[in-house]
């Protein structure tokens, strides 16, 4: 069975820090590429960060230089570490797993697996 927890939302101020966890068990961690996408009231779901199952990084601009995100295929956690927080940046955070070509990384619609969110407020 597979799952994909994630945790360490929570409530902060603006230019405060979050570090956010994805726990996944039930399938081969580290064959698959990895996201961490957002969604707020409203609004789509956006891609926020994506790793590669070879360790290959990437950002949504919004997010450079604040946040980074990585893997530990020893423990099968995701984590996405989160500075300078940003009212904005509030939405609920989702954890995902995408098996095959890293191609399509940003396309949600291509990912195999998801948690069931974590939620972040950032407050002015």
């Known amino acids: 069975q597979v799952q994909l927890v994630e945790s360490g939302g929570g409530s902060v101020q603006a230019g405060g820090s979050l570090r956010l966890s994805c726990a996944a068990s039930?399938?081969?961690?580290?064959?698959?590429?990895m996201g961490w996408f957002r969604q707020a009231p409203g609004k789509e779901r956006e891609g926020v960060a994506y790793?590669?199952?070879?360790?290959?990084?990437s950002y949504v601009d919004s997010v450079k230089d604040r946040f980074t995100i990585s893997r530990d295929n020893a423990k099968n956690i995701l984590y996405l570490q989160m500075n300078s927080l940003k009212p904005e940046d509030t939405a609920m955070y989702y954890c995902a797993a995408k098996i095959g070509l890293w191609v399509g990384l940003t396309d949600p619609s291509k990912y195999n697996y998801w948690g069931q969110g974590t939620q972040v407020t950032v407050s002015s």
């Open positions: 790793i590669t199952n070879a360790g290959s990084t």
């Open positions: 039930g399938y081969s961690y580290s064959r698959y590429h």
